[in-house]
């Protein structure tokens, strides 16, 4: 409940492999991406993601309690070894479910600032990006989740002060920093109604949905909205010219020495990766 392990997104769309994807291995996503035809969770999408993460869990030795809130995405598992699921009762996520309590606005607010921001970029620059959705996660501060948290009734002990107005202060400055559009809680809000899973749903239509896409699959020949689905990659020349030119900007632009800290880190990952992947030269052609 500190707010401070945060787990890998989970993001649902509707295709499997969407166009903005073209030429991009699929793994190396900075999210975990899934698709179905309604971009919904279902029973089938919970249970693999958090097997998944139970096993993660087995590997540090961790065992965690989950709360999740009752709806029918949300299946009672007897296969988890290191999570124990708490499911809240029916009609009280609003209430106090931490999510609910300002963490999942606080993620919109920083991912339509961002949308907003990367739009008139590609606008002027004919860019795109489909990497801010991880970024916005990080955004969120563990104090946001740790005060969503005693906002739904949790409490790590019971000398709690100022939780509300610490909370409130919180929320209203994540709400200023938006861009200025005709009214800024319509945007931030704008999907607050949207389904993201079937209320009325059972396993057997998961099932029968998971059959029927991939008969669609089958018979289209591609399970893709890609025309081409052969993955470009980064050279290493390219990546060290990348962190060569960060690194300079950094320096005229004169960022702390954490920033700077934390680029190395990244071009000792990439200068590493390129040596490792360097042939070893012979002797041989010298001595023919």
């Given at each position: 409940m500190s707010g401070n392990d945060k787990v890998k997104l989970l993001?649902?769309?509707?295709?499997?492999?969407?166009?903005?994807?073209?030429?991009?291995?699929m793994d190396t996503l900075p999210v975990s991406y899934r698709a179905n035809k309604n971009a919904w969770m279902?029973?089938?999408?919970?249970?693999?993601?958090?097997t998944r993460w139970?096993?993660?869990?087995?590997?540090?030795?961790?065992?965690?309690?989950?709360?999740?809130?009752?709806?029918t995405a949300h299946p009672a598992l007897d296969t988890l070894k290191n999570i124990r699921l708490e499911f809240l009762p029916p009609n009280t996520t609003s209430l106090i479910q931490p999510m609910d309590q300002g963490i999942i606005k606080n993620i919109k607010g920083h991912y339509r600032k961002e949308l907003v921001q990367?739009?008139?970029?590609?606008?002027?620059?004919?860019?795109?990006?489909?990497?801010?959705t991880?970024?916005?996660?990080?955004?969120?501060?563990?104090?946001?989740?740790?005060?969503?948290f005693r906002k739904g009734g949790f409490w790590v002990t019971a000398s709690e002060e100022g939780t509300e107005k610490n909370l409130a202060s919180q929320e209203s400055n994540e709400e200023q920093a938006l861009p200025e559009v005709v009214n800024g809680d319509s945007y931030l809000l704008i999907d607050e109604d949207m389904k993201c899973y079937n209320e009325d749903g059972t396993?057997?239509?998961?099932?029968?949905?998971?059959?029927?896409?991939?008969?669609?699959?089958?018979?289209?020949?591609s399970d893709s909205d890609s025309d081409n689905d052969t993955v470009v990659r980064i050279s290493n020349v390219a990546a060290k010219r990348s962190i060569q030119v960060l690194q300079q900007y950094f320096v005229e632009q004169g960022f702390s020495d954490t920033?700077?800290?934390?680029?190395?880190?990244?071009a000792d990952e990439v200068f590493s990766n390129a040596a490792s992947k360097m042939a070893q030269t012979t002797l041989d052609p010298f001595l023919a």
């Open positions: 993001v649902i769309g509707k295709s499997k492999k969407p166009r903005c994807f073209k030429g991009i291995d279902t029973s089938l999408l919970f249970e693999e993601w958090i139970d096993s993660a869990l087995g590997k540090q030795s961790r065992k965690i309690l989950l709360l999740v809130d009752n709806c990367m739009t008139i970029t590609a606008i002027e620059d004919n860019l795109l990006s489909t990497s801010c991880p970024q916005n996660w990080r955004q969120v501060k563990t104090q946001t989740i740790a005060n969503c396993l057997e239509d998961d099932i029968v949905e998971t059959l029927s896409n991939k008969r669609l699959c089958l018979e289209d020949g920033l700077h800290a934390s680029l190395d880190m990244c």
